[in-house]
């Protein structure tokens, strides 16, 4: 049928003929691709959202989300990627991620809240992977039918009835009665045993609390934005002090609390959520994947690696290169005169991140 990426233990390019499965006009299912060359598949939830295997993010550079039966339809960019928090990408266990992309697509597949599949039912399985081991034909969206084996707190096991999925249908959807209930993530090497999917219901919070704040016009004043329509009102601008990062902003007047008016319109004051010198509570909090405390504090800020005996290695105006609590080297406000740390020499930026932003989401980021 169609084939699957790397199935745990597989060797790369291992891949056997799997025979069945036929052309799918599903196309809320849809590919991950690097121009003409497929990385996996996935399965949009919503017009801006679509979910996939954590581990087909494992190379640094974002592939698009293709909308169509081949890889020559419609292509997507990837605005941001939430990972599994748990993700392990040495067992695959919360083998599971959400892509915001912008533009929106058409068509979409509900996910599944409760799993109501028991072991002996029929799952139909869907994916872009190859139909014949080294298949140099293009890449086409592909349905079959598996049969659902066993049940973990973390998995779904199916076998061949006839279809197994294999290479490129990794992130792929396992549906039953019409909702996604699996995400296709690993199984043996040569696709005629078994597949293992990720339980979508596992992580039905996660996607949950991702799709409510990525839904059009859902984002208020001073929240983090991924796309243009996503805020309420006004417009989705990039951080001036972090541009991986964009917030809902409006024209300049009477700001809400926590912002200022900055270049014409209401922003977050330096240091931004997530920039560096923001307060943290954890690692994702950043957008830099870094919250740590200078040694001899017991406050933990965004912050980057530096190195102070390395030229280029430097920190922000405003921040110095100074040791963590174990010892490593990472930049941290510079401390005043009179002991305040504030960024950039203004005291109310700090007072603001302190007020807000250990209230705020945590930040996704991509595993590094």
Same mark, same amino acid.
């Given at each position: 049928m169609i084939g699957f990426v790397l199935a745990a233990g597989a060797v790369a390019g291992a891949v056997a003929p799997v025979t069945g499965g036929t052309p799918s006009g599903e196309d809320a299912v849809v590919a991950l691709a690097r121009g003409s060359v497929l990385v996996c598949s996935a399965t949009a939830i919503a017009p801006h959202l679509v979910l996939t295997a954590a581990h087909c993010l494992s190379d640094s550079q974002l592939p698009d989300v293709v909308e169509? %039966? %081949?890889l020559d339809g419609a292509h997507h960019a990837i605005t941001a990627t939430f990972v599994a928090p748990s993700f392990d990408p040495d067992t695959l266990d919360h083998d599971l991620a959400l892509l915001v992309i912008d533009p929106a697509v058409t068509a979409t597949l509900p996910y599944a809240t409760g799993l109501a599949a028991v072991p002996g039912d029929a799952l139909t399985v869907i994916g872009f992977g190859f139909t014949v081991a080294n298949d140099t034909a293009p890449a086409e969206r592909r349905t079959g039918t598996s049969h659902l084996d066993a049940i973990d707190e973390l998995r779904l096991q199916s076998s061949a009835a006839p279809n197994q999925t294999c290479e490129g249908d990794s992130g792929g959807p396992a549906l039953f009665a019409g909702q996604i209930v699996g995400v296709a993530s690993a199984g043996d090497a040569a696709c005629t045993q078994f597949a293992k999917h990720t339980r979508v219901d596992a992580h039905a919070a996660l996607i949950a609390a991702k799709l409510a704040a990525t839904t059009e016009f859902s984002a208020p004043t001073g929240e983090r934005c991924y796309?243009?329509?996503n805020c309420q009102t006004g417009m989705c601008l990039p951080a001036l002090d972090e #541009?991986?990062?964009?917030? $809902?902003s409006i024209a300049c007047g009477t $700001? #809400?609390?926590?912002? %200022? $008016?900055?270049?014409? %319109?209401c922003r977050h004051p330096a240091p931004s959520p997530g920039a560096v010198g923001a307060t943290c509570a954890g690692d994702d909090d950043c957008v830099g994947g870094l919250c740590e405390a200078a040694q001899g504090s017991t406050t933990t800020t965004c912050t980057a690696r530096c190195f102070s005996d390395l030229p280029g290695f430097t920190c922000p105006d405003g921040y110095s290169c100074t040791a963590n609590a174990t010892g490593a080297e990472a930049c941290f406000a510079t401390p005043h005169d009179d002991g305040c740390h504030a960024a950039h020499g203004d005291a109310s930026w700090l007072l603001i991140a302190i007020g807000s932003v250990r209230a705020r989401r945590a930040v996704a980021r991509r595993r590094r």
């Open positions: 169509g %039966a %081949a796309y243009g329509t #541009p991986r990062e964009s917030f $809902c $700001c #809400p609390s926590g912002l %200022a $008016c900055i270049s014409g %319109a």
